[in-house]
């Protein structure tokens, strides 16, 4: 199965939206200041996209816990 480029930046796009979300809030909760919060966020965000698309791409070079299924038939 091959992943496309495009696929495999929207995954790790809408992942690292998910994690900035939790990030927000719990440096919200931690430093009680809004911009605090969302300057760390926006720096964080780009780091772990670039961060999770690089560990992607290089899992789905990895053969490890993988099986080839082979078709019952050939035609």
Not at 33 to 60: D, H, M, P, Q, R
Request: net charge positive; glycine share 4%.
């Amino acid at each position: 199965m091959i992943e496309h480029k495009k696929r495999s930046i929207a995954k790790a796009i809408s992942c690292e939206k998910l994690g900035a979300i939790d990030t927000v809030l719990i440096n919200f909760l931690v430093t009680r200041g809004s911009l605090n919060a969302v300057s760390i966020v926006s720096f964080e965000f780009i780091t772990k996209t670039l961060l999770y698309y690089f560990y992607k791409k290089t899992w789905s070079k990895i053969c490890f816990g993988r099986q080839k299924i082979e078709p019952e038939y050939q035609i």
